[in-house]
C-alpha cells in the first residue's frame, strides 16, 4: 500500500523554525523526485519546492525562497522540509507528493498542519 | 511572476457538462506544460484526476477528461454527478523544476 505520511506540524510563534517529515512506504521513493506543496486555510493549493530523487538539485517558489529548505534521505525513505523565519502567511496545511506520469502530482500524504501564530 | 488562471466557481445540473479551464495571465498553455488536474472535497487530500493534458489516473471515471481548448488547458466533465462537487485545481509545469497551480474552481452540482 502507498503511503506517504508527514508529520512535524504544530504551533510556532513568528521567526521560528520547524522540520516537517514524509515517510514513505509501499512506493518507489528513492527514484522519484518530492514535493511540498501547501495550503493555506481556505484557500487553494500552492507548491512550494521540489527535490530530484537523488537531491541533487532543489526548486523553490519565490514566496519561501531563502526561508526553506528541502532535503531527503534516501536511506531511510523520508523527505524534509526545513522551515525557517516563519510568517503568520506560512500557515497552512503542508502535503508532501511524488513527482509521477507527466510531472504530475502522485502520492500525496495526509498533511501535516503549521500554524504561524503569537 | 508566472500566474495560472482558472474559473472561481461553476454550477452544472446533474448529468450535465461543464468545462473547467486552466490558462496563464501571459501566453499559451500547451502539452510542453504537462497540465494536471486535481479533485479536493473539504478536509481531504487532492486527488489526482488527469496527467500530461489528457491521461486519466488510475480509478478515475471516463467522465473526467483533458485537453487542450485553443489556449488553455480544460478538463471536462461529461454526466456530472452529485459526489462531483468538489474543488478542482489546475498546476502547470512552467519551467525546469518549477510547477504553478491555478486558484481553482469550485463546481457545485445542482
Known amino acids: 500500500q502507498v503511503q506517504l505520511v508527514e508529520s512535524g506540524g504544530g504551533v510556532v510563534q513568528p521567526g521560528g523554525s520547524l522540520r516537517l517529515s514524509c515517510a514513505a512506504s509501499g512506493f518507489s521513493f528513492s527514484t522519484s523526485g518530492m514535493h511540498w506543496v501547501r495550503q493555506a486555510p481556505g484557500k487553494g493549493l500552492e507548491w512550494v519546492t521540489f527535490t530530484r530523487y537523488d537531491d541533487i538539485q532543489r526548486w523553490y517558489a519565490d514566496s519561501v525562497k531563502g526561508r526553506f529548505a528541502i532535503s531527503r534521505d534516501n536511506s531511510k525513505n523520508t523527505l524534509y522540509l526545513h522551515i525557517n523565519s516563519l510568517r503568520l502567511e506560512d500557515t497552512g496545511v503542508y502535503y508532501c507528493?511524488?513527482?509521477?506520469?507527466?510531472?504530475?502530482?502522485?502520492?500525496w500524504g495526509q498533511g501535516t498542519l503549521v500554524t504561524v501564530s503569537s | 511572476q508566472t500566474v495560472v488562471t482558472q474559473e472561481p466557481s461553476f454550477s452544472v445540473s446533474p448529468g450535465g457538462t461543464v468545462t473547467l479551464t486552466c490558462g496563464l495571465t501571459s501566453g499559451s498553455v500547451s502539452t510542453s506544460h504537462y497540465p494536471s488536474w486535481y479533485q479536493q472535497t473539504p478536509g481531504q487530500t487532492p486527488r489526482t484526476l488527469i496527467y500530461?493534458?489528457?491521461f486519466r489516473s488510475s480509478g478515475v471515471p471516463d467522465r473526467f477528461s483533458g485537453s487542450i481548448l485553443g489556449n488553455k488547458a480544460a478538463l471536462t466533465i461529461t454526466g456530472a454527478q452529485a459526489d462531483d462537487e468538489s474543488d478542482y485545481y489546475c498546476v502547470l509545469y512552467v519551467t525546469t523544476g518549477i510547477w504553478v497551480f491555478g486558484g481553482g474552481t469550485k463546481v457545485t452540482v445542482l
Open positions: 500530461n493534458t489528457k
Open positions: 507528493a511524488g513527482m509521477s506520469s507527466g510531472q504530475s502530482f502522485d502520492p
